[in-house]
């Protein structure tokens, strides 16, 4: 079979913050996910495609539809018809593992309810007699990332089921009398052409961060765009030796930044500046705050400290805040966060003055 070339992550023209949003989900899946919001054309999808370059590996059971973990018993388990993997599992005894990257599944906007969430096994009902799962969607996401693309246009019965796992981290299929519950935990990335029309209010804030590109305006880089793209198209492998230097340095940085999260700490007068922050736009609730503190820790991890700075804060807010703004009429959102970082860095410049 003729191998696929995807093109490379660290070969996409400017675009930092958006590439950067991704890569803090990487190094800590617990921000929820990152909604990209912009214009067509803008690499979108073309960098949501390319993480496969640069995730990291996991341990997973050989063969397991629900991506478990060695050495994790679940009761999923139970109903599993991979026998030897299910009776292993089940009385304690070690299973084959075998080590691969952290998958990237993409959800259709098309996709049914039961390609989703999965669906009886009917095949296999007839001709055994017995009634078995069929997994869908959700059960190839779990550990991994559930990408979404124009998910402002995915089917309302659809997005109901996306809650539902996403505030659970479980999927429950109920099909033909059988209730059946296996693990779901994914970090969700969509991408929208805010044209298109917008999200309902519910996924919007289930989307840890926020980012909103637009194409590039200088005339150089607009260029460099194009001659990159060209040479991909041309010569796909011979492209992506040429970028694999960059992409195995960005994948050292994440694993380093994975490892050193544990141990980034955060002064409390800190903390209090997130709180003010959240207050003064009028954020609902408490999931921006925390997913604001979350963020700082990890861009800290990213740059090679154990301290969070201002400096990370700041940028926390500009990607975990837009979109949590309770919104006015003809409000500027995005504004809105940007001039509450660039007003309180103009404060703290007139008191060291």
């Known amino acids: 079979m003729e191998k696929r070339y995807i093109y490379p992550f660290v070969a996409i023209v400017e675009q930092e913050r958006m590439k950067l949003g991704l890569i803090l989900n990487i190094i800590n899946p617990t921000l929820s996910g990152v909604l990209i919001r912009g214009e067509k054309g803008t690499a979108k999808s073309t ?38 993997c299910r009776d292993s599992i089940l009385n304690g005894k070690p299973v084959k593992s075998i080590k691969r990257k952290v998958s990237v599944v993409e959800l259709p906007v098309g996709a049914t309810e039961d390609r989703v969430v999965g669906t009886m096994d009917m095949e296999y009902a007839l001709k055994k007699g017995k009634k078995r799962i069929e997994p869908g969607i959700f059960a190839a996401a779990h550990r991994g990332i559930l990408y979404v693309d124009e998910v402002n246009l995915l089917d309302d019965h659809v997005v109901d089921v996306l809650l539902d796992s996403a505030a659970m981290g479980v999927n429950t299929v109920e099909r033909e009398g059988v209730s059946f519950i296996h693990p779901a935990r994914f970090t969700l990335v969509g991408t929208m052409n805010p044209e298109e029309g917008e999200l309902r209010p519910q996924l919007l804030d289930r989307f840890g961060l926020c980012v909103n590109i637009e194409g590039v305006r200088d005339s150089e880089k ?28 960005i994948i050292q940085r994440i694993k380093a930044a994975v490892k050193l999260y544990p141990d980034v700490k955060i002064d409390r007068s800190l903390l209090f500046k997130i709180a003010s922050y959240c207050l003064n736009v009028g954020v609902d609730g408490h999931r921006g705050d925390i997913i604001t503190l979350k963020a700082a820790k990890t861009l800290a991890a990213y740059n090679g400290r154990t301290q969070v700075c201002q400096e990370d804060i700041d940028v926390a807010v500009e990607l975990v805040l837009p979109h949590r703004v309770r919104r006015q009429p003809f409000q500027d959102v995005e504004v ?17 003055s």
């Open 47 to 84: 960098a949501v495609r390319a993480l496969a370059d640069i995730l990291p590996m996991i341990e997973v059971v050989d063969g397991c539809p629900f991506q478990l973990l060695p050495g994790q018993k679940h009761d999923v388990c139970s109903e599993c018809t991979r026998m030897e």
């Open 222 to 249: 607009r260029v460099e765009v194009m001659e990159r793209r060209a040479q991909f198209d041309e010569n796909p492998e011979e492209f992506c030796t040429k970028w694999e230097p960059e992409s195995k340095k």
């Open 336 to 352: 809105d966060v940007k001039g509450l970082v660039h007003k309180h860095a103009h404060t703290q410049g007139q008191g060291k």
